[in-house]
Nanobody
Framework: QVQLVESGGGLAQAGGSLSVSCAAS????????MAWYRQAPGKQRELVAR???????NYADSVKGRFTISRDNAKNTVYLQMNSLKPEDTAVYFC????????????????WGQGTQVTVSS
């Protein structure tokens, strides 16, 4: 049984930092592309960042230079470090996994976590 379990997040002030992590089980983690998506109320789910099994990364323009995605294949865990947070970063953040290569399309990702709330106050 595949599980992606997010943790972290919470409440921060604008300009502050938060981190979220996602622990995977039931998959050969090292060959999965992992991604963080977010969804704010009334908005579509959008890709925040993705990382290949080999560590290549891509970021949404809105978070470049502020967020960092990383992974630890030995721990089957993917991380998202969020710095210089803005109120518009407020959303539910979802972890997602895709076997092999994946683009920014949510449909590319087979497995999803339950989401964790990130709230940034102004």
């Amino acid at each position: 049984q595949v599980q992606l379990v997010e943790s972290g997040g919470g409440l921060a002030q604008a300009g502050g930092s938060l981190s979220v992590s996602c622990a995977a089980s039931g998959i050969i983690f090292s060959i999965y592309t992992m991604a963080w998506y977010r969804q704010a109320p009334g908005k579509q789910r959008e890709l925040v960042a993705r990382i290949s099994g080999r560590g290549s990364t891509n970021y949404a323009d809105s978070v470049k230079g502020r967020f960092t995605i990383s992974r630890d294949n030995a721990k089957n865990t993917v991380y998202l470090q969020m710095n210089s947070l803005k109120p518009e970063d407020t959303a539910v953040y979802f972890c997602a996994g895709s076997f092999g290569y994946a683009t920014q399309r949510p449909l590319d990702y087979t497995y999803w976590g339950q989401g964790t709330q990130v709230t940034v106050s102004s």
